[in-house]
């Protein structure tokens, strides 16, 4: 519908997933300008980086208001005769920033209340140049000069607003990745963009929800690879053996490859909140792969064989899992249908959450199993010999 409109370019932007991080869903980044040139250069080469982008499949969208085009008067004192009439050239500036601006004068408590008193003209008053005419300042001998007779206006064009990043000029700059690829690879675009169209002396950074993803993008392996460390010891402590534990392991990642077809499917990016599922992902599919390995250790130390041990143990504990699981992803499924501001989010952890489960269960029922008869073998060749509950009543 907006589209049909033709008097503006209209562009529709999502709400970013958490609230007062950035203004909009997609990457904002901001151009260092940390030669303090021209904001004109600045303009020209925010708009070069961001047709640069433009042409990269891994961006959908690209826009920036930095816009150093919006039409200004610049004012010119001239100082020569402001000298010669007496009048410093900092009091006209004052006088014209009280008329068009506003000073604050003073301030002062009643009733309970704190007041400020500021000086301003009335708009009607300030609202074209021909206001110059009624403006006077005062000069060393205490008499009014009009204004207008020490400045002119310039037409010329600029930036309506000025932004300052680590205390260098910037203009910003919204980057939208493209349906089918990542935050993190639109990001890795970016990279290769500024090295091709960034001069010397022009940097970016990061800001909002951006800055935090591209900040915590290196924690992110070592967060996993914790958990996978965390767990595998732990199993190796409960199973007295540092072969074992690799069943289970093993079958997590068919589980959490789940994950990713939830996303894609819902056409979500890999964000925090999917990060966050994988993590919790990790020890659920973990819980369930022990519970089958378990019970087949307890049926091969009973003298029964490595497969009938297998199925034993699957069997055992199949209700116990369905139904956990069941109940787990029945208490998500909200998450899938709810709107509004933080709607990204719930449906990030949702589908993340849902598929990665589904997923895990059911290819875990039958994975797991196999995985066991494959590690347990290796690890009664190594050891010479079956461990029997004899041995462990002795």
């Known amino acids: 519908m907006l589209s049909q ?41 925010s708009y070069g980086m961001m047709g640069a982008l433009m042409q990269r499949p891994e961006v959908a969208v690209a826009f920036t208001t930095f816009d150093v085009t919006y039409p200004q008067f610049e004012v010119l004192v001239d100082e020569v005769k402001s000298a010669q009439l007496g009048v410093n050239v900092s009091d006209v500036l004052g006088v ?5 601006g506003s000073i604050q004068a003073s301030d002062f408590n009643r009733f309970g209340k704190y007041y400020r008193v500021l000086v301003q003209s009335t708009p009607e008053a300030r609202q074209d140049k021909e206001s110059l005419n009624g403006i006077f300042v005062k000069n060393n001998l205490g008499q009014m000069v009009p204004v207008n007779t020490l400045v002119s206006l310039k037409q010329v064009t600029g930036a309506e607003v000025v932004d300052r990043f680590n205390l260098f000029n910037s203009s ?51 967060i996993f690879g914790l958990c996978i460390v965390f767990v595998f010891f732990l199993l190796s402590a409960q199973y007295e053996s540092y072969i074992l ?67 034993e143990g699957a069997k055992a504990r199949l209700r116990p ?34 598929s990665g489960m589904l997923f895990g269960t059911i290819l875990g029922i039958f994975v797991v199993p196999v995985l066991f008869v494959v590690f347990q073998a290796l690890h009664e060749r190594i050891n010479g010999r079956v461990v029997t509950d004899a041995d462990w009543e002795y």
């Open 96 to 100: 014209m920033q009280g008329y068009y």
């Open 5 to 45: 409109d033709k008097r503006a370019n209209f562009l529709v932007i999502n709400t970013p997933t958490v609230d007062g991080f950035g203004n909009t869903s997609g990457m904002e980044l901001v151009l260092q300008d940390r030669t303090n040139g021209e904001l004109q250069n600045l303009g020209n080469i």
């Open 321 to 354: 899992i369905l139904m956990t699981s069941l109940a787990f992803i029945t208490g998500l499924l909200p998450l899938l249908f709810v709107v509004g501001p933080s709607a990204m989010g719930n449906h990030s952890i949702g589908y993340a959450a849902v």
């Open 245 to 311: 534990p690799l069943a289970v392991l093993i079958a997590i990642p068919v589980g959490l490859s789940g994950v990713f077809v939830g996303i894609t499917f819902a056409d979500l990016s890999n964000n925090i909140y999917v990060q966050i599922a994988l993590v919790m992902l990790i020890g659920l599919l973990a819980k369930n792969g022990i519970l089958i390995v378990e019970f087949a250790i307890q049926r091969r130390r009973a003298g029964k064989s490595l497969i009938a041990s297998a199925v």
């Open 172 to 222: 910003n700059l919204t980057v939208m990745a493209a349906p089918g690829y990542s935050t993190g690879q639109a990001m890795a675009a970016v990279e290769e963009v500024s090295k091709q169209v960034l001069p010397p002396g022009y940097t970016y950074d990061y800001k909002g929800m951006s800055r935090e993803e591209a900040g915590s993008s290196s924690q992110s392996v070592m």
